[in-house]
């Protein structure tokens, strides 16, 4: 499985900008989809999940700014990112498994694939 993660960039606060995680060798639409972020000097933390069956969930920081998709022709998942905000900069990555439950889409030991991770720098 290789996930290929891009969309990342400069913007200024408040703008907005749309993160792709494309993926060969696994079908996202039977797959668990994630994204996470390292800021830096600090650890990875969720961002948003999106179950194969369709339930999503959100981090507390990012409810209601942040929506993520998936398009199952293309094979890829999305991080829509409005009202960004300074400390939304980070490297972002994004996750697929097969085999994640829905009450477990937060846990990043859920999932076995991964990609390099696409910075996203959010200017003051």
């Known amino acids: 499985v290789q996930l290929q993660a891009s969309g990342g960039g400069l913007v200024q606060a408040g703008g907005s900008l749309r993160l792709s995680c494309a993926a060969s060798g696994r079908r996202i639409s039977t797959s668990a989809v994630a994204w996470f972020r390292q800021a830096p000097g600090k650890g990875r933390t969720f961002v948003a999940g999106?179950?194969?069956?369709?339930?999503?969930t959100y981090s507390d920081s990012v409810k209601g700014r942040f929506t993520i998709s998936r398009d199952s022709a293309a094979n890829t998942g999305y991080l829509q990112m409005n009202s960004l905000r300074p400390e939304d900069t980070a490297v972002y990555y994004c996750?697929?498994?097969?085999?994640?439950?829905?009450?477990?889409?937060?846990?990043?030991?859920?999932?076995?694939?991964w990609g390099r991770g696409t910075l996203v720098t959010v200017s003051s």
């Open positions: 996750a697929v498994d097969p085999s994640v439950i829905l009450s477990n889409l937060a846990s990043q030991t859920a999932y076995k694939s």
């Open positions: 999106m179950h194969r069956s369709g339930g999503v």
